[in-house]
T-cell receptor, first 113, second 113 residues
Framework: DSGVTQTPKHLITATGQRVTLRCSPRSGDLSVYWYQQSLDQGLQFLIQYYNGEERAKGNILERFSAQQFPDLHSELNLSSLELGDSALYFC????????????FGPGTRLTVL | AQSVTQLGSHVSVSEGALVLLRCNYSSSVPPYLFWYVQYPNQGLQLLLKYTSAATLVKGINGFEAEFKKSETSFHLTKPSAHMSDAAEYFCAVSEDSNYQLIWGAGTKLIIKP
């Protein structure tokens, strides 16, 4: 158990819909990362937050947004969903420095029908 | 820009044989290097990390990796493969100036009985 929790575990929705994925980091970790993992694109970094502020942005679509709240939990919002958004979405947390390892949650499997 | 190359999307070894998973990185400064493992339907888990101390790093489950600056490599090895090692392995790099982890494409390790 990494100490990172993600809800829900599975999500099935239709194209055009909007969903919210939630992540609670390990106790004491200030940094949260979101990743998308699909069969054709592998593991893609989406976005990082550190203590409530956006720190780094990766291959995140404009239809996707995230935020980190004062209690440090984070939410990833995916809107106008397309079939291609079906993937595993992982959250990870760390101490926030480049040499800190990231601890991954179990992931949310999103299926868009 | 940083990049990570993992040679071989699939590596197959017999049970009891040596495991060698290759990772090469490009970095203009001394990097921090990580190996993660992902078992089926699970999140990623840290195997080991290099943070500029000893060049030979020992990790969990009998894995180790050697940092070779001249070859810009950080290959993962295990003397004797077990069936339970079947998983996907990811190499990643970060730098002081960059808070992201740059990920390799992953290598699926297949263990033959």
């Amino acid at each position: 158990d990494s100490g990172v929790t993600q809800t829900p575990k599975h999500l099935i929705t239709a194209t055009g819909q909007r969903v919210t994925l939630r992540c609670s980091p390990r106790s004491g970790d200030l940094s949260v990362y979101w990743y998308q993992q699909s069969l054709d694109q592998g593991l893609q970094f989406l976005i990082q937050y550190y203590n409530g502020e956006e720190r780094a942005k990766g291959n995140i679509l404009e239809r996707f947004s995230a935020q980190q709240f004062p209690d440090l939990h984070s939410e990833l919002n995916l809107s106008s969903l397309e079939l291609g958004d079906s993937a595993l979405y992982f959250c990870a947390s760390s101490g926030g420095t480049p040499y800190n390892e990231q601890f991954f949650g179990p992931g949310t499997r999103l299926t868009v029908l | 820009a940083q990049s990570v190359t993992q040679l071989g999307s699939h590596v197959s070894v017999s049970e009891g044989a040596l495991v060698l998973l290759r990772c090469n990185y490009s970095s203009s400064v001394p990097p921090y290097l990580f190996w993660y493992v992902q078992y089926p339907n699970q999140g990623l888990q840290l195997l080991l990390k290099y943070t500029s101390a000893a060049t030979l790093v020992k990790g969990i489950n009998g894995f180790e990796a050697e940092f070779k600056k001249s070859e810009t490599s950080f290959h993962l090895t295990k003397p004797s493969a077990h069936m339970s090692d079947a998983a996907e392995y990811f190499c990643a790099v970060s730098e002081d100036s960059n808070y992201q982890l740059i990920w390799g494409a992953g290598t699926k390790l297949i263990i033959k009985p």
